[in-house]
């Protein structure tokens, strides 16, 4: 059974970083695709980042060039590198992971990011 826990979420002020993490765990396969969603209170979940197990990255226009988004070392693990974060950040962030038909077929219970002064 696969399972993705995420962390690294938290209260941060207006312009500070936050690193967010995500292991997946229960395949012995390497995901060819994991990524970052988020949903802000009131609208509807959205993309944040991907990445392929080749490393090619999508990006929302709303992270490109404030999020990083990566893969570890560790079989399906990827990690959300977020800079000059914003109050409309706030949101749950969930990782998830999948194939290349079903990039998106697995999920986790998210991660509260709060960006308030």
């Known amino acids: 059974q696969v399972q993705l826990v995420e962390s690294g979420g938290g209260l941060v002020q207006p312009g500070g970083s936050l690193r967010l993490s995500c292991a997946a765990s229960?395949?012995?396969?390497?995901?060819?695709?994991m990524g970052w969603y988020r949903q802000a209170p009131g609208k509807q979940r959205e993309l944040v980042a991907t990445?392929?197990?080749?490393?090619?990255?999508n990006y929302a226009d709303s992270a490109r060039g404030r999020f990083t988004i990566s893969r570890g070392n560790a079989k399906n693990t990827v990690y959300l590198q977020m800079n000059s974060l914003k109050p409309e950040d706030t949101a749950v962030y969930y990782c998830?992971?999948?194939?290349?038909?079903?990039?998106?077929?697995?999920w986790g219970l998210g991660t509260q990011v709060t960006v308030s002064s």
């Open positions: 998830t992971a999948g194939w290349s038909l079903y990039p998106n077929q697995y």
């Open positions: 229960g395949s012995i396969f390497t995901f060819d695709t």
């Open positions: 990445i392929t197990s080749g490393a090619s990255t």
